[in-house]
């Protein structure tokens, strides 16, 4: 961290406590839309990465764990319970933890690679329309392709990124 401002440290410092960037830009008194710029910057990146390996070998943590810990947690929380009436008789009915199921088998399938696509939406300069008057249709399909394939790119450089925390 020693190529970072005092102010980028004390940034990677907050976004090592909850894993959110625009709270961890406020929490480091930068505006909150500064947050997609640090996460792109790689010496923040870096430094990112080494605190939180930092951080996981300190208290023994590592992917192999935590998929443990949620195929766990899964089993638990889809484990049924019967439910009882007022006077302790079995009403025939069971339940079990639907929310922590769920959240369970999503961190499995990211682990996994398996989680659901994410919407990912591409729009033109300031977020207006992707411009195509006065183009042909085969320039006006390149310029979409073209813009596309740049978020989609900078979609698995960020993915990737997150990614990269976690090894």
């Given at each position: ?49 080494a605190e939180c390996e ?51 088998l999503d961190l499995i ?59």
């Amino acid at each position: 961290m020693t190529d970072l401002t005092e102010q980028q440290k004390r940034f990677v410092t907050e976004y090592c406590v909850d894993f959110n960037s625009h709270a961890a830009a406020r929490r480091a008194g930068y505006h909150t839309d500064t947050a997609k710029r640090l996460m792109r910057m790689p010496a923040v990146r870096a430094a990112i990465r080494a605190e939180c390996e930092r951080t996981n070998q300190a208290v023994g943590i590592c992917r192999e764990w935590l998929l443990e810990q949620a195929v766990e947690l899964y089993e638990r929380c889809a484990q049924g319970a019967p439910v009882v009436d007022d006077e302790g008789k079995v009403s025939g009915i069971w339940q079990f933890d639907v929310a922590g199921a769920l959240k369970a088998l999503d961190l499995i399938g990211k682990y996994h690679d398996l989680a659901p696509a994410q919407k990912l939406e591409i729009a033109g300069k300031d977020g207006g329309p992707i411009l195509t008057k006065d183009m042909t249709e085969n320039e006006a399909a390149r310029r979409v392709a073209f813009v596309l394939e740049k978020g989609l790119r900078a979609k698995r450089s960020a993915v990737d990124g997150f990614d990269d925390l976690l090894h």
